[in-house]
C-alpha cells in the first residue's frame, strides 16, 4: 500500500460484512483467524478489519478446479 493511499481506498470490511461477501457465517471467520487460515485481515486497535481487494484475491486463490475423470485415474 502506497502512503498516499486512504482507508476508503481499501474499502474496509468489519467480520460481519466480510463473511456476508463470503456467503458465510461471521464465526467462521472467527474461528479461521483462531487456526491461523483464511483471508488475511487488519488489527486496528481491537478491530478486525478485511481488505474487500483481500477477500476477493484470497477467493480467487481458492478455486479448485475437480476432474471425476482425473480423481479416478
Known amino acids: ?3 498516499t493511499q486512504t482507508s476508503q481506498d481499501l474499502h474496509l ?4 460484512d466480510a463473511a456476508a461477501f463470503l456467503g458465510t ?3 467462521t471467520l472467527e474461528n ?5 487460515v483464511g483471508p ?3 488489527k486496528l486497535g481491537r478491530s478486525v478489519r478485511y481488505g474487500k ?3 476477493e484475491s484470497w477467493v480467487k ?13
Open 25 to 27: 457465517h461471521f464465526r
Open 53 to 55: 481487494a483481500e477477500l
Open 61 to 73: 486463490s481458492n478455486s479448485r478446479h475437480h476432474s471425476g475423470a482425473a480423481a479416478a485415474a
Open 13 to 16: 470490511l468489519n467480520t460481519k
Open 32 to 36: 479461521w483467524r483462531v487456526n491461523g
Open 40 to 42: 488475511s485481515y487488519f
Open 1 to 3: 500500500m502506497s502512503d
